[in-house]
């Protein structure tokens, strides 16, 4: 059974601060990838990784970075956290196959 | 521009009818076709999916159509139970771009007793 865990399930931080969102995939999964969630516009992806060190941009990767020093773990950033990326963030991880596994998500609020 | 789009934003039905989720898209290269269901708080689950060489899969009470010329998937639910009610989300993905996937908007459904 797939589990892909992230570091919080609720967060709350202040404009300019910098943000870490952790991600762990326990299945020796290739990719994983950032997503955020907002009403209307689905699943929009942020940036992926297909393998340790290896990263690519989303569609809106602007304001973001990512980290993936280890194959297990995949860690968003937010540099300096703004208003509009209050959001949900979604993290996933997939085999070479198509289906992705998805965490249970983290709420954040940039106030 | 969204490629895939779920036109209906929410949908109501009286428990054990038929739900019908509608997903639309312009990306003539998408081959591959998911349905996600997602409860609140909690990360979307995989539920179903379908290749293009295929028109019709099925599993359970979940069956998803695809009409490549009209370039439409719909995803059925039958009977529809109070469980079913959450938010789902159509995706697709091409051969040639690895293991993206293009997520719709999403439909909240809503099954009544």
């Known amino acids: 059974d797939v589990k892909v865990t992230q570091s919080s399930r609720y967060l709350v931080k202040r404009t300019g601060e910098k943000v870490f969102l952790e991600c762990v995939q326990d299945m020796d999964h290739e990719n994983m990838f950032w997503y955020r969630q907002d009403p209307g516009l689905g699943l929009r992806l942020i940036y992926f990784?297909?393998?340790?060190?290896?990263?690519e941009k989303g569609d809106i990767p602007e304001g973001y970075s990512v980290s993936r020093e280890k194959k297990e773990r995949f860690s968003l950033i937010l540099e300096s956290a703004s208003t509009n990326q209050t959001s949900m963030y979604l993290c996933?991880?997939?085999?070479?196959?198509?289906?992705?596994?998805f965490g249970p998500g983290t709420r954040l609020t940039v106030t | 521009d969204q490629q895939v789009k779920q036109n209906s934003p929410s949908l109501s039905v009286q428990e054990g009818r038929i739900s019908i989720l509608n997903c639309d898209y312009t990306?003539?290269?998408?081959?591959?076709f998911l349905w996600y269901k997602k409860y609140p708080a909690e990360g979307p689950t995989f539920l179903i999916s379908?290749?293009?060489?295929?028109d019709k899969n099925e599993d359970g009470r979940f069956t998803v159509f695809l009409n490549k010329s009209a370039k439409h998937l719909s995803l059925h639910i039958v009977p529809s139970q109070p469980g079913d009610s959450a938010v789902y989300f159509c995706a697709a993905s091409e051969s040639n771009a690895g293991n993206m996937l293009t997520f719709g908007g999403g439909t909240r459904l809503m099954v009544k007793p």
């Open positions: 996933a991880s997939s085999p070479p196959v198509r289906e992705q596994y």
């Open positions: 990784s297909y393998d340790v060190k290896m990263k």
């Open positions: 379908i290749s293009s060489i295929k």
């Open positions: 990306n003539s290269m998408f081959d591959y």
